[in-house]
T-cell receptor
């Protein structure tokens, strides 16, 4: 059974710092990996999706990387801002699991002004 | 562009009552999903519908039923609510898995069962 872990569970940084959020998964036979942002009391917003054949994806100040062999993905946030404060979740879709995604527990990020 | 719309946003039920959560998407997606989110448990898939006319169980289907009414709408029904079903419920949709498979979520429905 696929297990997805995100460490740390919570992170607090001063504004302007570059930071890395980690996501690890136990089964490397993934179809893709998706990073989401969730604001308090809100739904999930898709940030980046990396297909299994890709190494990284970039969107603005966000860069997500994927290393299937080691079962890891990172989300890099450059020049963090207070508006980046949210919970960040990663989710993996398996090759043989139809439409089922397995989610990590999330990293709660606070960026202090 | 509304995306994925869920109703109601909040609901309080008594044990044993029934209710239906409604979900509609306007992105012409084939696949739709219902997840629940609980503290310390993350997001877990309840049911999904790969395409109109099909539904399948996810990780935690017990106590729930679903209906894929048409391509746009996917409802989740609690026939006899239990306190263990207190949770935040999210509907999501995506294109076929053979495409990018990117998932889009609704805002959530917060359910409390007393």
């Amino acid at each position: 059974k696929q297990e997805v872990t995100q460490i740390p569970a919570a992170l607090s940084v001063p504004e302007g710092e570059n930071l890395v959020l980690n996501c690890s998964f136990t089964d490397s036979a993934i179809y893709n990996l998706q990073w989401f942002r969730q604001d308090p009391g809100k739904g999930l917003t898709s940030l980046l999706l990396i297909q299994s054949s890709q190494r990284e994806q970039t969107s603005g100040r966000l860069n997500a990387s994927l290393d299937k062999s080691s079962g890891r993905s990172t989300l890099y946030i450059a020049a963090s801002q207070p508006g980046d404060s949210a919970t960040y979740l990663c989710a993996v879709r398996m090759n043989n699991a139809g439409n089922m995604l397995t989610f990590g527990g999330g990293t709660r990020l606070m960026v202090k002004p | 562009n509304a995306g994925v719309t869920q109703t109601p946003k909040f609901q309080v039920l008594k044990t044993g009552q029934s209710m239906t959560l409604q979900c509609a998407q306007d992105m012409n997606h084939n696949s739709m999903y219902w997840y629940r989110q609980d503290p310390g448990m993350g997001l877990r898939l309840i049911y999904y519908s790969a395409s109109e006319g099909t539904t399948d169980k996810g990780e935690v289907p017990n106590g729930y039923n679903v209906s894929r009414l048409n391509k746009r709408e996917f409802s989740l029904r609690l026939e006899s609510a239990a306190p263990s079903q207190t949770s935040v419920y999210f509907c999501a949709s995506s294109e076929q898995p053979t495409s990018t498979g990117e998932l889009f979520f609704g805002e959530g429905s917060r359910l409390t069962v007393l």
